[in-house]
């Protein structure tokens, strides 16, 4: 018999695994090209050149025994060096190699985060609507999910809300920026208040309070929007990171953690990440990609491919009387459904053959997530079929 | 601050951090040639040529956004498939491609398995002397580790004291063969005898027990040995593996967990350990890496490479006077300590320049543990300082 979490986990999960059989049915039925899978956020933008040229060199050039051997369970300290070095000419920030800790994925990342900080029933709080596998890497480490309450007028966090939330219990705040689902982006603006809250916790509290923010979709931006680097607001900082979407590579599990030099404890914090990555069996970051993403560190994805599938759909579906705010970043759209139980819209648009995920999973209902990061042709194929929708709902 | 699990293992973990600064400062001080570092598991043969040429041909030839993209969290079936096939055609066993999962090396492996069986409190067996890195793994999923006394005569477990430590919280059994730290391999006999006890215990609590295998050692054997494959003995069985040893390439992080066709809820075990992959934060093995070891799958290290170290070094400790069995297979010699206090001995081995790991960190006080994982040339130049330390001790 299985875990009682996991049994729990399973259930949970099952309603995602539930879309994508029923998609690869459809597609089976109908054709590949007449079904409009909008449910998976997985990169489409080809690996740069320099990227695949650096594994090749690595693999024919360098000693075996040291590509793919063990290293310090930080990670090679070359790479961990370049990374600082390019946050810092970057962001202006004044990161060292020992400050980064090398990961397997931003998931690894924030569980070995979580593994460093949580005591049983310490509280992390999230910001409506966000990634729902937040909870599962929360209770990990037997720390509690607590929400936010999304603020569906902006989509910026409710900072009234987010206040109230924050008790004594409090250990960290995960923020995702850009956000996953809705593509915005929290401004400056927003940061620095957040920042200001949770300084005057901690001083209430006597006790760090954490910001641990997770930025797979950095330079997922449009229309020369910022993102604001978490460490220059706040020292209690650890911002994880991943190249799944900047290099195109998720299957390859290659990410980080950059720590905060000002945050309290900073050696026993490095340490505990270190020790974490080896106890929870990630041991280290796989070797070779560790290498690779060292000398390809200043390849970028073709963000251009992204926004042009964002216009297409967005201006489409405005037109077409849909809600939705236009994204900032990422490669996700949150529409609002037209209808107050948004799981049957999303069975609603199955009928036209368009898969989408219900906002709940972001604990956020009455809303759909949209990933355009599928083909441009895709999504011209898929407009008639938004048309019905639209029309079935009388939206126009 | 910290968590306060983690303040506990970070203090645990600086002995062995300790003596990796030692034997760099060492190197430094001395010159490598002059250090003998026996202390580190890190293999030393080379990559298989075919190994390296999979990776060039999958990097040149495949579409790459499917070589680094996502898969299920189980990894991508063909791999799963071709492990399955290989199992089969080497120990005659039935796996199916579905009863496969690829993961993060054989520590994500084990950590996915207890993520997927463990409840808060349930305690899990291991067989000292045992790698100690399986305390980590047991908490962090609420899990109690148990052990078992080590019977020093023969290194084979102590069935007595293993019938006795069953009690009706034991969810789990760990069975690492060959053994790390000793290079015994578990007899079939003895297999079969613990397989009938826990059959017993099942009865008598009325639950599953399981046998979880750690296998990263199976293929170095020597002298014709024979690990038996222990699905075959025991129908509540994981064996979890690592390719780190059979291609020389541990920071690569790719092994799988191979579920028994024959273990209760099959269906039920399977989907938990792709959810458990998922929720940890591995989310699925690398992805490169899955394709090149499935390529690669007939390729073998060269176990002649550690036999010829196993018996320079055996047959100069035992000619000295040392106390140890003849390994029987992975590349580790564990030596009886001539001082009572092991880490007086590991401190006097200093002085000759040997690094040696206690064999407390192994839950076996009085031992001593050498990894012959390193250059022939190395053991050669190391002799005369073992003659010194033996005349230390007065052994002859």
Known sequence: MISKTMQQQIAGSSAIRAMFLEGKEMAAKLGAENVYDFS???????????FNQAMLDLIQTESSLELHGYMDNAGYPETRKIIADNLNKRFGTDFEGKHITMTVGAAGALNIVFKAILDPEDEVLALAPYFGEYRGYTSNHQGILKEVAPDTATFQPDLKDFENKITAKTKAVIINNPVNPTGVIYSEETI???????RKKQEEYGHEIYMVSDEPYRELVYDGNKVPFLTKYYDNTFVTYSFSKSLSIPGERIGYVAVSPSIADCEQVCSALSVANRIMGFVNAPSLMQKAVARAIDATTDVAYYDRNRQLIYNKLVELGF???????????FIKSPDADEKKFVEAAKKYHILLVGGTTFSCPGYVRLAYCVSYEMIERSLPAFEKLAAEYDLA
Chains 1, 2 share one sequence.
């Open 40 to 50: 998976l956020g997985n990169p489409m933008t080809p690996i740069p050149e320099e």
């Open 192 to 198: 620095e208040k957040m920042a200001s809250i949770m």
């Open 323 to 333: 809600t939705c705010s236009k994204p900032q970043g990422a490669f996700y759209l």
